[in-house]
């Protein structure tokens, strides 16, 4: 795609990304194809090569208005379109940069500002949202039905092993998994001790910063990715082997802190290394051997590969591939590659196309008749568990329970 980036875009760094991107589409449209909002909506605006045409005029000069934000607050950022694309064009990337200046320039009115607001405040401090979850627990009898499906049921804490073993791994815990799916991280500590491999977390680590990064407060999103690499900094240099991340979403953005802290000096060649590290529990599971696990009871299930694992990560057919490993069952899904609609914040800043892309995945993943929905990000576990008829699990804990 031809361009010609404004003068006051141009010699920065995010405009020479900008336009670097927008230089591999071509466009050919097939990203249409598979964007969950253009199949909802089918309005060009509301599809990646609509969005990309909107933000190439930005980046040219034109002035962004409410119209602009709207289309690109639309877009869940589920990057199926980049799985479909054959010119490689980085999206997500460009749908940060564009959303940051729109965001700058046209603004928001008090409400959503006071939304934004609290949703970064609230989801990535781990004590203020697990006090609150801990309420709305205490609560859940009296609310409404469709408030109260969101509140996660309070789990039994499961037991931490305590083992030690010649090789270590990190874990991040991160902001809302500990109060909403706490055993997930402890299934995958007793996965990986049955392997011999202990995993520790620090506490000093928390949100992974996509909260506030894909709300363009980028400000605070650097704070927590900084405060990240100084909490696992130590540990990494003792030779801890990895980071294992088991909510994909998290996993997406632990990823890509070589980019955004590529221009720091003082932090660029720490977040290179902690990208480096950083890898979705199914990554670590599928190097080792599992041969050695003692397997009982696996079952017939139907797994839903979230897009920041799918498509954001690159790691498609990968969880599947172990399940089946193991004697699971998995029962195909149709159009497995669209969106939930849980998207991080997307099910409450856009709740009625949420609600749509969650009914359509539901009616695709009961359709096949499963017992048991497994997936591999929080979000999506506590989305779908508001609709489904049948159990909702994160697919680490399955793993847990047949080898336990």
């Not at 962004?64 to 997500?92: A, F, I, M, N, W």
């Not at 607001?117 to 979850?133: E, T």
């Not at 996965?191 to 520790?200: E, S, T, W």
């Not at 694992?309 to 172990?322: D, F, R, S, V, Y």
Request: overall charge positive; glycine content about 8%.
């Amino acid at each position: 795609m031809q361009t010609n980036i404004a003068e006051r875009y141009a010699d920065t760094d995010q405009g020479r990304e900008a336009e670097a991107i927008l230089r591999k589409c071509v466009h050919c449209g097939f990203c249409t194809a598979t964007c969950p909002t253009y199949q909802l909506l089918g309005d060009e605006l509301d599809g990646p090569r609509g969005r990309i045409y909107q933000i190439k005029e930005i980046l040219e000069g034109a002035t962004p208005t409410k119209s602009t934000q709207t289309h690109l607050d639309r877009c869940l950022t589920c990057r199926s379109c980049e799985t479909t694309c054959p010119s490689g064009v980085d999206y997500g990337r460009l749908a940060d940069i564009g959303r940051k200046i729109v965001e700058d320039e046209v603004g928001r009115s008090w409400t959503q500002k006071l939304i934004r607001k609290a949703l970064v405040v609230v989801i990535p401090n781990r004590r203020l949202f697990g006090f609150l979850v801990r309420v709305g627990q205490l609560l859940r009898p009296l609310m409404p039905g469709r408030i109260g499906t969101k509140i996660p049921r309070r789990a039994k804490p499961s037991v931490w092993p305590r083992s030690t073993h010649a090789r270590t791994m990190l874990v991040l815990e991160a902001c809302a998994q500990p109060s909403a799916t706490p055993n997930v991280n402890a299934s995958a500590a007793r996965v990986l001790d049955r392997l011999g491999i202990r995993l520790i977390a620090t506490r000093e680590a928390g949100c992974c910063g996509a909260v506030a990064h894909h709300l363009s407060d980028h400000d605070r999103s650097h704070d927590a990715v900084k405060r990240n690499i100084d909490a696992w900094w130590p540990l990494l240099e003792q030779g801890t082997e990895a980071i294992v991340i088991t909510a994909s979403g998290c996993g997406v953005m632990v990823k890509e802190y070589v980019h955004l802290l590529q221009g720091d000096p003082l932090y660029a060649e720490k977040a290179r290394r902690v990208s480096e590290l950083a890898k979705d529990i199914s990554e670590v599971l599928s190097k080792e051997d599992l041969g050695g696990l003692k397997v009982r009871g696996a079952d017939t299930i139907v797994f839903h590969s979230p897009c920041t694992l799918q498509h954001g990560q690159k790691l498609n057919g990968l969880t599947e591939g172990i399940l089946r490993e193991l004697g699971f069952e998995l029962r195909p899904v149709p159009d497995s590659h669209l969106c939930c609609g849980s998207a991080g914040t997307y099910s409450i800043l856009q709740p009625d196309l949420s609600k749509r892309l969650l009914k359509d995945k539901l009616k695709a993943l009961e359709a096949t008749g499963a017992p048991t929905i497994a997936t591999a990000n929080v979000g999506c576990q506590l989305h779908l568990k508001t609709g489904a008829k049948a159990p909702v699990k994160h697919w680490i804990e399955l793993v847990d329970e047949v080898t336990g």
